[in-house]
């Protein structure tokens, strides 16, 4: 009973916080809006694709004939000095190369495919780069199935038409967690700073149990936001989860601990509320962006990359893109969760340590 | 172990005795300034027990420590036969505090606040019947920001109601307030003697004191200067009556000190404060006194000694400074 009510308390006072949810929900649904019709969120885009064929064998015929069959591709063919000058004026997404001997190699079992990529276009980049993905695994499902002889399918390349809409919304989820649940810490900053604990300390209340409580609500509320978020996704754009829909709520648990632990972390450096406030945003917009909430961070240029790692939000939503748009199991998402478990421990020891109540 | 068990029966023979607080040489410093200085005192079962001293006293953070709030650099406080450092839970389950100001969460109405609080305790009141008795039944799905600063006072005291507590702490329960929510406070703490209830408040307001406290503790930078009922330490001026006013400049200090009666003289340039045992013989020399020397009295009062007098004389300085 009395936990019910603790439980009650704390999740009545988020969902009345409107400032919170209109910065974690609200940003999250209309960054979702705006890009999903700003670039085309209902799969009328194609991906537009150089193929350089300087095998010419059975094989690399078969690769090219499936990939024009096509819906979410645009195909043009030449040799390689033509796609590579097609692809530096901005006429292609992509250029794939085909080596001399290919179709030998893939019969040994070690074939390479060479990828050339336009960066200039964030945005598409990262799509293209998915697609890319997605064709060459497809290409190698395929070739698995076969013994002896290499046939490839006559029905295509399967790839799933991945949009930009596709590619944003598990980083707008992740972002929504960071947003929802960072500040955690700075609502403890100001219940100090109010006096509200003191009052509290009255009490036989233990701040620790308040904490819980505090705790349990906020991944309430960040499980609620993530069901509203995919669902208007889903409703409006069509965009699905490919992968199982329990390890994406585990994930999104975590993350939202890992949030939560990083606010406590922050908030126990901070003395005054106005601190809080600034000491947030200077976290939260960096991290946001260095996180590939918005575009693909792993083209970005190589004294970028260690920020990128050591950004808690980054796995976050690599975590999320692998199970939402590849379907990916356990194992794809394994080290980013031991990132995020070591993140979450590092930021308890930090509170164990620093944290005042009073 | 035999002197520990000694002690314990100490304790529960005391408040058996009737002992709900007893603080025994409380000490808190500040590097180097001593905020609380060696205070005990004890509190009666049912008393209004009222520490009275200007701001900056040393009042809060002496009843914080007793509350168990904030830790002492030295000595103890026990309540109701617990000590407030080994037995906390047991302390906090029988107290109910109102700070000095009290925010509380805004997102929450005033019912679900106290509904809250409530849930804290294993036991208490309910709390519809709670805003009924402080006078906020209509409020109870206002939020605390939307009320007055009598209304937050009232709902402060709700929730230090929240578990039937055997012991109250009252924290400047009036500062700020108009009159008439001064009033309403008062009613309500009187009424909450009656149910048995022992108070412990703190207050810079004399006629508080006065009209609240069954005894006084006169505070005064860390220390308790004075512990009496409000009569005991006006009797200790020796005076029976004030008599104020305005003499010009020929009246003497000397002169006035040695009409009937007087038993004390202050003078600041041409204002005299008379204390004195006689009012009326004291009265009728002094107006024959100024009329025989042709000196102009005005702005003439008298008046009972209050505690703002006590202080004064004690200190030497005025309890609220204008």
Not at chain 1, 96 to 122: E, K, M, S, W
Not at chain 2, 206 to 225: K, S, T
Not at chain 2, 308 to 314: A, K, P, T
């Amino acid at each position: 009973m009395k936990i019910l009510m603790l439980l009650r308390a704390n999740f009545l006072m988020l969902l009345r916080q409107r400032a919170l949810l209109l910065s974690s929900l609200g940003l999250a649904v209309i960054s979702i809006l705006v890009f999903g019709y700003l670039f085309g969120g209902n799969g009328t885009i194609k991906t537009v694709i150089g193929v350089v064929d300087q095998d010419h064998s059975t094989v690399s015929a078969q690769i090219t004939s499936q990939l024009q069959k096509s819906d979410a591709l645009k195909i043009y063919t030449g040799n390689a000095a033509e796609e590579q000058q097609a692809l530096k004026d901005g006429q292609r997404d992509a250029v794939i190369l085909i080596p001399a001997g290919f179709g030998q190699q893939l019969v040994q079992g070690n074939a390479r495919l060479q990828v050339f990529y336009d960066q200039g276009n964030a945005v598409t980049a990262a799509t293209t780069q998915l697609t890319i993905k997605a064709i060459i695994d497809d290409i190698n499902r395929q070739i698995m199935h076969q013994p002896g002889t290499v046939t490839l399918d006559q029905q295509g390349v399967a790839v799933k038409a991945l949009r930009s809409i596709d590619f944003i919304t598990p980083g707008m989820l992740g972002m929504m967690l960071m947003w929802a649940n960072l500040s955690v810490g700075m609502q403890l900053v100001n219940w100090r700073e109010m006096g509200i604990t003191r009052r509290l300390a009255a009490t036989p209340l233990r701040p620790l149990t308040m904490i819980s409580g505090q705790i349990v609500a906020r991944l309430a509320l960040s499980l609620l936001q993530g069901a509203v978020l995919l669902a208007l996704a889903f409703w409006i754009f069509n965009v699905h989860i490919y992968g199982s829909i329990a390890l994406l709520a585990l994930l999104v648990i975590l993350g939202s601990l890992t949030m939560l632990a990083l606010g406590f972390a922050i908030a126990s450096f901070v003395k005054k509320s106005e601190a809080a406030d600034s000491m947030l945003l200077l976290i939260s917009f960096p991290m946001m962006f260095l996180g590939g909430s918005y575009f693909n961070v792993n083209g970005a240029p190589d004294f970028l990359q260690p920020l990128i790692h050591a950004t808690p939000l980054y796995y976050i939503n690599e975590a999320f893109r692998q199970i939402m748009n590849y379907g990916a199991g356990w194992s794809a998402i394994q080290t980013g969760v031991l990132v995020m478990a070591a993140w979450i421990i590092a930021s308890m020891l930090v509170v164990w340590r620093a944290f005042k109540w009073l | 172990m035999i002197s520990q068990t000694h002690a314990m029966a100490q304790q529960a023979h005391k408040s058996s005795n009737g002992v709900m607080v007893d603080v025994h040489n409380l000490v808190k410093r500040y590097g180097q300034k001593t905020v609380v200085d060696n205070v005990s005192f004890s509190v009666r079962q049912g008393e209004i027990f009222g520490v009275l001293g200007p701001n900056g006293a040393g009042k809060t953070t002496l009843l914080e420590m007793i509350e168990g709030i904030r830790k002492p650099d030295a000595g103890t406080a026990i309540l109701a036969g617990h000590d407030i450092r080994k037995e906390k839970r047991a302390v906090q389950n029988l107290i109910g505090v109102q700070l000095q100001a009290t925010t509380l969460f805004s997102e929450l109405t005033l019912l679900e606040t106290l509904q809250f609080f409530r849930s804290l305790y294993s036991q208490g009141l309910e709390p519809k019947q709670l805003l009924h008795d402080v006078a906020l039944e209509g409020k109870a799905s206002a939020h605390p920001q939307d009320l007055s600063g009598g209304q937050r006072q009232r709902l402060a005291l709700a929730l230090a109601l929240v578990n039937d507590p055997k012991i109250l702490f009252l924290d400047e329960p009036t500062a700020a307030l108009d009159p008439q929510s001064r009033r309403m406070l008062w009613d309500i703490v009187l009424k909450l003697r009656e149910l048995g209830k022992t108070i412990l408040l703190t207050t810079h307001h004399m006629d508080e004191a006065q009209l609240l406290c069954d005894r006084i503790a006169i505070m005064d930078n860390g220390q308790i200067i004075a512990l009496d009922t409000a009569a005991g330490l006006i009797h200790r001026l020796g005076a029976q009556a004030t008599i104020d006013c305005q003499l010009d400049g020929k009246a003497t200090r000397i002169d006035i000190e040695e009409l009937p009666g007087v038993t004390m003289v202050r003078q600041a340039n041409a204002r005299y404060m008379i204390y004195t045992q006689q009012m009326q013989s004291t009265l009728i020399a002094l107006l024959t006194y100024a009329q025989e020397k042709g000196i102009a009295l005005t702005d003439l009062q008298v008046r009972t000694p209050t505690l703002e007098d006590v202080f004064l004389d004690l200190t030497g300085r005025e309890l609220r400074p204008e």
